[in-house]
């Protein structure tokens, strides 16, 4: 059985609280284990590259990994919860800064 999509939102940040969208798809398998996740803050204004992705944090192409403003660095995988958690620090870290 192949691994499903249980979440698809894409949540629009207002001009007024810092601009762009936030991203988030999780797919899982039979068991309910997260197998693929994109999580992502693009904002087109902050950065023209990697499709306006700010921050982000996958594992496509068979690792997991975070995107910073066009840099991508392979990150330690602990657990689906910390990687959403770091990414949720991450972009509010940005939005403070902005």
Do not use: C
Request: glycine share 8%; proline share 2%.
């Amino acid at each position: 059985m192949p691994d499903r999509k249980i979440i698809d939102e894409v949540h629009k940040i207002s001009n007024k609280r810092g601009n762009g969208q936030l991203r988030r798809e999780i797919w899982v398998d039979q068991n309910g284990r997260v197998t693929r996740y994109n999580l992502a803050y693009i904002n087109h204004d902050l950065h023209h590259g990697d499709n306006g992705r700010v921050v982000g944090y996958d594992n496509q192409h068979g690792y997991h990994h975070r995107h910073y403003f066009g840099q991508i660095e392979p990150i330690a995988f602990i657990s689906f919860e910390q990687i959403e958690e770091q990414f949720q620090q991450d972009w509010i870290s940005l939005r403070q800064q902005v």
